[in-house]
């Protein structure tokens, strides 16, 4: 495996983080560790937090690191007491280190040509799925967890997504792979236009008639004449609906 790689890495100047793309020595192999080629590498919110010094303190980032929490590729080398993953293999990775380290996070990650993963946090990519697709596995599976702890959701629920970055789209596609109604808010129109394409309701676009047709399949008719439109009601305070943030 080659010695150095080019990097997208951050390091510590003047107590701000700030970024920069360099050729950088790839870390030394341990018997329990991959040498893997990268094929792709996703953008985290976590590593805008990262570049705007906005990580909680709990997070002793180690300076300089490159970046890449998101990430597939392929095996280039592999640790002596590696068995399950052989050179070859197209793999993705998690980024737990144990504690409170991370792959990428507050230790070297993935954004680089090449560089070396400890072969416990990394999976075999499933024939038939794409490097690209596995990519953004670590993302879907955390929104799959947290689905999972509050114990499922199903077409009886009705779930609010406020923003539609990667997590909150996600969060839609499993909701709505459940049976269940789901209703977007995002500053975004690509976005909301995404979310509507796969069934969400975007109280942006439409009226209240609209929306309620697409809801219930019944049209929405006008209040007859000779029915008075009931009194107004003073105004209270609105009560708080529990979402998705």
Do not use: K
């Not at 504690?99 to 038939?128: I, K, L, M, Q």
């Not at 629920?157 to 909150?168: E, K, P, S």
């Not at 109604?181 to 796969?198: D, N, Q, T, Y």
């Amino acid at each position: 495996m080659t010695a150095s790689a080019l990097t997208l890495a951050v390091d510590a100047v003047g107590g701000q983080a700030s970024p920069f793309l360099a050729h950088r020595p790839v870390a030394s192999m341990g018997p329990r560790d991959l040498g893997v080629r990268l094929a792709f590498v996703g953008i985290c919110g976590t590593d805008a937090e990262i570049l705007h010094n906005s990580l909680p303190s709990t997070f002793a980032i180690h300076y300089p690191h490159s970046l890449g929490h998101e990430w597939s590729g392929m095996v280039e080398a592999v640790g002596s007491a590696v068995c399950s993953i052989a050179v070859g293999d197209r793999v993705l990775g998690h980024g737990h280190l144990g504690g409170n380290d991370w792959f990428g996070v507050t230790h070297d990650g993935a954004a680089a040509e090449v560089f070396t993963v400890p072969a416990a946090v990394c999976f075999p990519v499933p024939a038939g799925t794409s490097l690209l697709t596995a990519a953004v596995i670590e993302p879907f599976a955390c929104v799959l967890e947290a689905i999972t702890t509050i114990g499922g959701v199903s077409a009886a629920n009705t779930v609010h997504i406020y923003g539609l970055g990667a997590i909150g789209l996600t969060v839609l596609l499993l909701c709505r792979n459940a049976g269940t109604s789901v209703v977007v808010f995002g500053p975004s129109a690509l976005r909301r236009e995404r979310a509507r394409a796969v069934g969400a309701f975007d109280p942006s676009t439409g009226s209240v008639c609209d929306l309620t047709a697409d809801a219930t399949g019944r049209m929405c008719s006008s209040r007859p004449p000779d029915i008075p439109a009931p009194r107004p009601m003073p105004w209270r305070a609105p009560t708080t609906v529990a979402g998705w943030c």
